[in-house]
């Protein structure tokens, strides 16, 4: 399963929201309801860290600031007002089959 | 505190051999499946592999790009995973993430993530 990160950066200012796009080259709606999407943040010179689990559920410690939605192919990771330590890379996961597959990553800059 | 630390990495020749290893705390090690992932510098992440836990065997699964020459193995009495890497290629090399599956139901994440170790494959 490709999967297709947009944009390749986004230069946010504090305060306002941002918003990642994330589309996959096949459903990922198992039987069961859920859509095996996730969300990872990586901040500089650091190891990735779950975000959003299943296209919208925030995993524990996340602000809620983050939100995820989507099902199927296409989904949107949304930081409603951005912060100073927002600053990474963020990536998009697909967990419905082997191989995992991630997208190539969203940059996400302070202006 | 759960936790993930990986070792092992260092400078190798191409066509050589390298095992990194893995440990774990602060969680029910037995019971959960292992994932390697990779990232070579400046890049994105790349699944190597996983193990699964006892109850599915150990049952073991690697990327295409790996498969036949690295091996995922475990051993539960000491909370360790390990990756053994033969016929190394130049384009194997990046950090090395050893990564819990989670799962919950039929809900499930990747958490934690270990700090990573460097593997360079260079002459």
């Known amino acids: 399963i490709v999967m297709t990160q947009s944009p390749l950066s986004l230069p946010v200012t504090p305060g306002e929201p941002a918003s990642i796009s994330c589309r996959s080259s096949?459903?990922?709606?198992?039987?069961?309801?859920?859509?095996?999407l996730h969300w990872y943040m990586q901040k500089p010179g650091q190891s990735p860290q779950v975000l959003i689990y299943?296209?919208?559920n925030r995993a524990s410690g996340v602000p809620d600031r983050f939100s995820g939605s989507g099902s199927g192919t296409d989904f949107t990771l949304k930081i409603r007002r951005v912060e100073a330590e927002d600053v990474g890379v963020y990536y998009c996961?697909?967990?419905?089959?082997?191989?995992?597959?991630f997208g190539g990553g969203t940059t996400v800059e302070i202006k | 505190e759960v936790k993930l630390v990986e070792s092992g990495g260092s400078l190798v020749q191409p066509g050589g051999s390298l095992k990194l290893s893995c440990a774990a705390s602060?969680?029910?090690?037995?019971?959960?499946?292992m994932h390697w992932v990779r990232q070579a510098s400046g890049k994105g992440l790349e699944w190597v592999g996983r193990?699964?836990?006892?109850?599915?065997?150990?049952?073991?699964a690697y990327a295409a790009s790996t498969k036949g020459r690295f091996t995922i193995s475990r051993d539960d009495s000491k909370n360790m995973v390990y990756l053994q890497m033969n016929s190394l290629k130049t384009e194997d090399t990046a950090v090395y993430y050893c990564?819990?599956?989670?799962?919950?139901?039929?809900?499930?994440?990747?958490?934690?993530w270990g700090q990573g170790t460097l593997v360079t494959v260079s002459s």
């Open positions: 996961m697909q967990a419905l089959q082997l191989p995992l597959t």
């Open positions: 602060g969680f029910t090690f037995s019971g959960s499946a």
């Open positions: 990564t819990r599956h989670l799962i919950v139901g039929a809900m499930d994440w990747f958490d934690p």
């Open positions: 096949q459903s990922l709606l198992h039987s069961n309801g859920y859509s095996y």
């Open positions: 299943l296209g919208s």
């Open positions: 193990i699964k836990n006892r109850g599915n065997d150990y049952a073991t």
